[in-house]
């Protein structure tokens, strides 16, 4: 159990397009969904925290017009970053979680989108 | 005090010897700490976590001993094989607030 997808697994696009990527929770319940950003060799990096129905929270530094998160059910997060550059490439990873599980601060990662923006 | 850190930031074993992966924290209010797993390309699974109520939890190869006094906590990798050369991250937390992530460990376990 505790299963999260994430769609697509890579994605490349053109400077100044937009992209989505879908995070989904396939047999919980997820009342939080982070999003994280991770560099080559590095850790993760939290970009925002989501929860259902209310609008995302925010790490300092992060710009909220440029990566949208968007949490409408309780399975489906998504994070748009809009007119995307070179610098925007990355791996971004998504996580749920579910108070109704046991262990309630536990986090279930997805696979990770890879983005390179041409 | 958010920071929690991590050593050694590689680390090569032996198959079949063991693997430590150190981990401390200063912010007391933590109150859950896991482990995670990572190969390279794939997102981070959970391998194991604890509560500061116990000192050491153990699952299969994969145990968790924990100092509260000395705010630290560390993964131990009995046996290690081939296959568990990943990145490992520690985190932790206070209730269901974000984690705070360690900056990972790169096990090589050669054969």
């Known amino acids: 159990g505790a299963v999260v997808s994430q769609h697509p697994s890579r994605v490349i696009c053109k400077s100044g397009t937009s992209v989505k990527i879908e995070c989904r929770s396939l047999?919980?319940?997820?009342?939080?969904m982070f999003w994280y950003r991770q560099f080559p060799k590095k850790s993760l990096m939290l970009m925002a925290t989501?929860?259902?129905?209310?609008?995302?929270?925010?790490e300092q530094g992060v710009e909220k017009d440029k990566f949208l998160i968007n949490h409408a059910s309780l399975t489906l997060s998504t994070l748009t970053v809009t007119s995307a550059h070179p610098e925007d490439s990355s791996f971004y990873i998504c996580?749920?979680?579910?108070?109704?599980?046991?262990?309630?601060?536990?986090?279930?990662f997805g696979p990770g989108t890879r983005l390179l923006v041409l | 005090q958010q920071q929690v850190k991590q050593s050694p930031q590689s680390l090569i074993v032996q198959k079949g010897g063991i693997s430590i992966i150190n981990c401390a924290y200063e912010?007391?209010?933590?109150?859950?700490f896991p482990w995670y797993q990572q190969f390279p390309g794939k997102g981070p699974a959970l391998l194991i976590a604890?509560?500061?109520?116990?000192s050491e939890k153990k699952e299969g190869r994969f145990t968790i001993s924990f100092n509260k006094s000395a705010k630290q906590f560390s993964l131990h990798i009995m046996d290690s094989q081939p296959g568990d050369s990943a990145t490992y991250f520690c985190?932790?937390?206070?209730?269901?607030?974000?984690?705070?992530f360690g900056t990972g460990t790169r096990l090589q376990v050669f054969p």
């Open positions: 996580s749920a979680r579910s108070l109704a599980r046991a262990y309630q601060e536990t986090q279930y």
């Open positions: 047999d919980f319940q997820a009342t939080t």
């Open positions: 989501s929860n259902e129905g209310s609008k995302a929270t925010y």
């Open positions: 912010n007391t209010a933590f109150d859950y």
């Open positions: 604890i509560r500061p109520d116990v």
């Open positions: 985190a932790a937390s206070m209730g269901t607030d974000k984690l705070i």
